[in-house]
């Protein structure tokens, strides 16, 4: 068996520095251990050298996905992995090792030996050495803290801190790829504080000379009284040349590079000659100052050295270079652009480090630091978050409006939609990951060489199975491949598009930038003031309401487009780590849209669920993300200390949390759940997921109404439902934060008796007609709304019942809920110009995230389940 692969960009990279790491699905009992997979070349069919690991398990112990890695190489190709235990494994011309030396882990690529810092240590890399000569040392980090920051003046005294390791741990160990991470707190020089837990991982692959650094932390302090001033990874740099032999190089925009020697030897009043020119420009070894122009090599002491360089990104729109010979002489300004692709080198004819932050100026401010050139150990510092910036302010933005209690915080809900609530508009405990690339460079590159790292760091080759072999395995649910066949298909195909395309260009339109909000997208717009309603209480970020992450990832799925893989990871990126708490009293909930990610007092597990991650995990195998999924499996714990319907719940008088008797929801709660239970029990193999997510399944079939229930007293001991509660509540947002894919993937991954039924019957009722309703139930369903994204429920009962008036119906609720299919070739953008608008944007006054987000995953579902019905029902 084979499955096939493609790489995202189309075509094979030109060369693959750094290797290569994705995960791919296998067909239920294909292979039981990764021993029987082969990575072969399509062309003629050579095994390759490969590395594979599990990633997730059928019910019947069979992989389900596996991580897949390939080594660095100057000739990548298309590959296909094959299903083929007798064949013997190709030997790698060269191999990751990995061992500990004297208490420390020390990896070898074949290119680069690194020995990593050791616990109680400050170091998270001690050194790194290219050809037998060491090009690094000392990689750590570091971040400044003030305690207070003026409306006027955000200086103030500020206090340094580095990092301090407390654990290392060797996750990989080859033969291709190999994983260190290294956990730790940043600490003041007095050692009097620790703050800003961190877990930083250092992926490294068979004969590359870089590193992938994944760097994550969590915001753990008072909002009052602690602002982070600067937070950078530095390395220590020996250098060991003149300085007329010693190069900087900064990534500019749109390719450029500023490439310049610590010591100039162009543009002198006296020449020193051609080829000294020459060399020094292209950063090679200059002749011996014997051989240049007597008039230059007596008077070199005479020329200004540079000691240091600066790169600062302060806003997505521009940046600024400069440099300075020393402390205590001026800066002078160097260069500026636009946008930095955030990558620096300093080097010289015997080797050097680059070091680059991916998605640079997206993440604004940012900068890049060159300090000490001159002397025999410089450093090089990417800083994520610039010190010459505005400090981080994540104290919360308003007094509270006299909302002291649920009746007013209800009431401003009619007016601004902001659910506030005091004390709960609280940041300590988010977090945020960035992707760092740390080169070991043999001698210092040319501007060619710099740049094609650049594009490198900042748009990775990546491999991918295609969207036909993830379609057969049958994995996520239901989703369908593009189809255009018959022009009504077409033209919903072509409104996906056009909401993808919008979105697309609203992010760089509306400048969703910045370290906080990069990945996100609002959730409203204002047709007056032509701007989405970023100062609008809960009109603000969405923080994946109505599930944006997942239109965005089965839009992928069905597409293979590199553009909507890139718009989903970014906001995977962001949604799982600064929308959801890792640490502290809401830790594995997540917080509902507003003006603040972390603004809202809706802490809830629908914004935190594992569905909006677990697409991404199993296409990359990223370990990150994997800490995000195996961080919620115990959230169910949550219940007890945070109500989600507590300003709401019409029992609030008598009701009390309870370990045995918990409300949980059956929509958002269980869903959520669900797949938190599902990711980890394919992940880990953990006997308690499993055990509550098929429980709690035969607990719902149980329950008289079954999903009509609304809500069930859960026991947090046994992981198990009451089964005895007999009432309909209906919410529309139950089946809109991932229950009804989740679901599907449930009833065709395992067979619990009864769950199939009561989702179908579920399905089936939401959009009945009235009478129907009250012959199923006693009366009527209250609470029914969002129709269009209701219609998949339909298309699911009418797919599974054959049912076609049901159909019929799934296609007409479709249909009349924004009208797309019937106006979309009319429809089109609008162009703002200034003066109403800053700059020109594009608008659609009937569009919000949450239409474009359940609009696009009902057409696709709908499209998978009922999409041979859909011609005579919608011409």
């Given at each position: ?8 960009d ?20 294909a ?9 072969r ?35 990548p ?26 208490g420390a ?63 290392v ?21 007095a ?56 190069h ?21 009043r006296?020449?020193?000659g ?5 060399a ?9 100052p014997?051989?240049w122009a ?18 600062t ?6 940046f ?33 480090v ?54 007013s915080q ?28 740390l ?42 491949l ?44 204002d047709?007056?003031r ?11 970020w ?7 992450d997942?239109?965005?990832w ?18 995977t ?7 959801v ?6 830790a ?50 949550r ?14 008088a ?28 394919e ?21 008289p ?7 069930a ?22 089946a ?12 065709s ?24 309703q ?8 209250t ?7 209701h ?20 296609w ?24 109403h608008?800053?700059?020109p944007?594009d ?33």
């Amino acid at each position: 068996m084979t499955v096939p692969l493609r790489w995202l960009d189309d075509a094979p990279p030109t060369r693959l520095p750094a290797g290569v790491t994705w995960g791919s699905p296998l067909p239920r009992g294909a292979a039981s251990t990764p021993d029987a997979l082969r990575l072969r070349r399509r062309g003629d069919g050579a095994a390759v050298p490969a590395q594979f690991w599990p990633l997730a398990t059928w019910p019947d112990g069979s992989l389900k996905w596996v991580g897949a890695a390939l080594g660095a190489t100057e000739q990548p190709e298309e590959y296909d992995i094959h299903i083929d235990p007798d064949a013997a494994a190709p030997t790698a011309p060269q191999s990751v090792t990995a061992q500990i030396l004297e208490g420390a882990v020390t990896v070898d690529t074949g290119v680069i030996r690194v020995r990593f810092g050791e616990r109680g240590g400050s170091a998270l890399v001690q050194s790194i050495a290219r050809g037998g000569v060491t090009v690094a040392e000392d990689v750590h980090l570091v971040s400044l803290r003030q305690d207070r920051v003026d409306d006027d003046d955000a200086s103030g005294p500020r206090a340094h801190f580095r990092s301090a390791v407390s654990e290392v741990h060797l996750e990989q160990d080859g033969p291709i790829r190999a994983v260190v991470r290294v956990d730790g707190h940043h600490r003041d020089a007095a050692g009097s504080r620790e703050w800003l837990p961190f877990t930083v991982r250092f992926v490294l692959a068979a004969g590359s000379d870089r590193i992938r650094i994944v760097h994550s932390f969590i915001w753990d302090g008072d909002a009052e009284v602690d602002f982070i001033a600067g937070l950078g990874v530095r390395a220590a740099v020996p250098l060991r040349a003149e300085p007329h032999d010693r190069h900087v190089r900064v990534a500019g925009a749109d390719g450029g590079v500023f490439a310049e020697a610590v010591r100039g030897l162009t543009g002198l009043r006296r020449d020193p000659g051609a080829e000294v020119r020459q060399a020094q420009v292209a950063g090679r070894r200059t002749p011996s100052p014997a051989e240049w122009a007597p008039e230059v090599s007596s008077r070199l002491h005479l020329i200004p050295t540079w000691g240091d360089v600066t790169l600062t990104q302060l806003s997505a729109d521009g940046f600024g270079i400069r440099k300075r010979t020393a402390p205590g002489h001026a800066w002078i300004d160097a260069g500026a652009g636009t946008r930095s692709e955030g990558f620096v080198s300093l080097s010289d004819p015997d080797g050097g480090v680059g070091l680059g932050v991916r998605a640079f100026w997206q993440s604004h401010p940012g900068q890049l630091d060159v300090r000490d050139a001159t002397s025999d150990r410089a450093t090089v510092t990417a800083w994520l978050h610039s010190p010459e910036a505005r400090p981080m302010d994540m104290r919360f933005y308003h007094d509270g409006l006299g909302q002291d209690d649920f009746a007013s915080q209800l009431d401003a809900l009619e007016i601004t939609y902001e659910d506030y609530e005091p004390g709960f508009g609280d940041a300590h405990g988010i977090a945020r990951t960035h992707e760092l690339v740390l080169v070991a460079y043999a001698a210092t590159p040319s501007a060619a060489e710099f740049a094609d790292d650049v594009t490198h760091l900042q748009r990775p080759p990546l491999m991918q199975p295609t969207p036909a072999h993830l379609a057969s395995v049958g994995v996520f649910g239901d989703w369908a491949l593009v189809d255009r066949s018959t022009p009504v298909r077409a033209e919903i195909e072509d409104s996906l598009d056009f909401l993808l395309e919008f979105y697309l260009g609203q992010v760089d339109q509306r400048s969703w930038y910045g370290f906080w909000n990069y990945g996100d997208v609002m959730h409203a717009y204002d047709t007056d003031r032509h701007t989405w309603r970023y100062d609008v209480g809960g009109y603000a970020w969405d923080n994946s309401e109505l599930s944006p992450d997942l239109w965005l990832w089965y839009s992928y799925l069905r597409t293979g487009r590199a553009d909507v893989f890139r718009f989903a990871e970014a906001m995977t990126r962001h949604t799982g780590e600064v929308d959801v708490y890792h640490r502290g009293r809401w830790a594995g909930l997540g917080s509902r849209h507003n003006v603040q990610h972390w603004g809202c007092s809706a802490k809830q597990l629908r914004i935190s669920s594992p569905i909006y991650r677990r697409i991404f995990h199993f296409l990359t195998a990223d370990e990150r993300v994997g800490d995000l999924l195996t961080e919620l499996r115990d959230s169910d714990e949550r219940f007890l200390d945070t109500d989600p319907t507590r300003k709401v719940r019409p029992d609030a008088a008598t009701y009390r949390p309870d370990r045995r008797a918990l409300a949980v929801g059956l929509g958002t709660d269980w869903g959520a759940l669900a797949a938190t239970w599902l990711a980890d029990w394919e992940r880990t193999g953990n006997a308690r997921s499993r055990d509550r997510l098929l429980g709690t399944m035969a607990d719902i079939a149980a329950l008289p109404q079954g999903f009509l229930t609304g809500e069930a007293l859960y026991d947090l001991d046994s992981g198990r439902f009451d089964t005895a509660r007999d009432r309909v509540s209906v919410s529309h947002l139950s089946a809109v934060f991932g229950l009804v894919e989740v679901c599907s993937e449930l009833i065709s991954l395992v067979d619990v008796p009864g769950f199939a039924v009561a989702w179908e019957r579920y399905c089936r009722l939401y959009l009945a007609s009235p009478e129907e309703q009250a012959t199923a139930v006693g009366a009527p369903l209250t609470g029914i709304h969002l129709e269009q994204a209701h219609s998949r429920l339909a298309a699911y009962a009418a797919a599974r019942r054959g049912d076609e008036k049901l159909a019929s119906l799934a296609w007409r609720a479709f249909e009349g809920m924004g009208e797309w299919l019937v106006h979309r070739r009319d429809f089109a953008l609008s162009r703002v110009s200034p003066p109403h608008v800053l700059r020109p944007v594009d608008e659609v006054a009937t569009v919000s995230t949450n239409d474009a987000a359940q609009y696009g995953l009902a057409a696709i579902q709908n499209l998978a389940l009922i999409g041979d019905r859909l011609e005579s029902d919608m011409i």
